[in-house]
């Protein structure tokens, strides 16, 4: 009451769509039932918590006179972008544009780091500083807002309508503080209350930059516990592997006395193998020379007898038959031919 949260507008400036909101009508003006403003802004206050503990960023956009210093304060201090100046037309839905200027502007403060700027003129010095200056103004607090922001909060919703239909049309959800001359049906969390007055202003900011800071440091926290849960488990796995050291350490120390053992048993084993095998050396040569002796014999014999046969009936009859069968031929041959020549010649003398 104090800050004056529960004024309204003049009764022919409001909006039809406020109606749940307003208590009643005094001297022309609305007044704002505070109940509802109170409900709704804590409603809001929690869902920005659980945003800012979850790690992403809310985009805080007020560019009246009486919201730009006060904003700027409260969410410096909470490290949130925020617009203070001008709303650049397609910030939202042309993201990757603004996105170069901003490039842009580190690009010109590594040129004066470099003294790349020695090297320029006078005139183009002048120009760049001012061409930086400008882009500061404008989005210097956007800066660090690498990608599209999770929310929105704005504080007067009549004047930046370019802002709530970008975040409508990209589905981000919008958190307002929403008079009643304004339209709540495109507020995801509307906050009925004056947006006009500068405590009233300050008021809320206060009471949601609290609620983004308490998240934070809720984040911060679970962080702290998941370093120091690693860190535990980080230790107790250091003590398993400590304990696996000195159980391989006495293991390797038990093991030249194993390996002692070991070489004992083998001595045992060899000696055991060479008396077995000046055993078993003696029998073998004995049935070794009995056998080649054995072989020798026969094999000679059998060889030479075999020769003496086979060349005896070879000679005896390749020569004698061949001698018969020619004095066969010859004696008839020559018997008739004497008879013949005779008998002819008798009967042509008488």
Do not use: C
């Not at 617009?83 to 004066?112: C, H, Q, Y």
């Not at 040569?285 to 075999?306: G, S």
């Not at 005896?316 to 013949?340: C, G, H, S």
């Amino acid at each position: 009451m104090d800050a004056g949260v529960h004024f309204g507008h003049l009764r022919r400036k409001w909006n039809p769509a406020m109606a749940p909101y307003i208590f009643m009508e005094k001297n022309g003006i609305h007044i704002i039932d505070l109940n509802k403003t109170e409900i709704k802004l804590n409603e809001a206050a929690a869902a920005m918590k659980q945003i800012a503990k979850s790690g992403r960023k809310i985009l805080f956009v007020a560019t009246k006179k009486q919201a730009k210093d006060i904003v700027a304060e409260k969410v410096k201090a909470v490290n949130m972008p925020y617009v203070t100046e001008r709303w650049p037309g397609g910030m939202l839905t042309n993201f990757p544009t603004i996105r170069k200027a901003v490039k842009k502007m580190s690009a010109i403060d590594k040129m004066a780091t470099d003294g790349t700027f020695e090297t320029l003129s006078k005139r183009e010095r002048l120009q760049i500083a001012r061409q930086r200056a400008k882009l500061e103004k404008n989005l210097g607090s956007i800066a660090d807002l690498t990608r599209l922001p999770a929310a929105m909060f704005i504080v007067d919703v009549h004047k930046e309508y370019i802002a709530v239909r970008e975040a409508n049309r990209l589905n981000i959800p919008v958190f307002a503080m929403v008079d009643t001359n304004s339209d709540p049906r495109n507020i995801d969390f509307p906050i009925p209350s004056n947006d006009d007055a500068s405590k009233s202003i300050a008021l809320i900011i206060d009471f949601v930059t609290e609620s983004v800071a308490e998240g934070l440091n809720e984040r911060k926290m679970e962080k702290e516990k998941e370093a120091t849960d690693s860190k535990a488990k980080a230790e107790k796995k250091l003590e398993k592997n400590k304990e696996k050291f000195e159980d391989a350490k006495e293991k390797t120390e038990e093991k030249p006395e194993r390996k002692r053992i070991k070489a004992e048993k083998v001595e045992v084993k060899a000696a055991a193998k060479v008396e077995k095998s000046e055993v078993k050396e003696e029998p073998k040569e004995e049935p070794k020379a009995e056998k080649a002796e054995v072989k020798e014999e026969p094999k000679v014999e059998p060889k030479a007898e075999k020769v003496e046969v086979k060349e005896e009936p070879k000679e005896e009859p390749k020569v004698e038959p061949k001698a018969e069968k020619v004095e066969v031929k010859e004696e008839p041959k020559e018997e008739p031919k004497a008879e013949k020549v005779e008998v002819k010649e008798e009967p042509k003398a008488e």
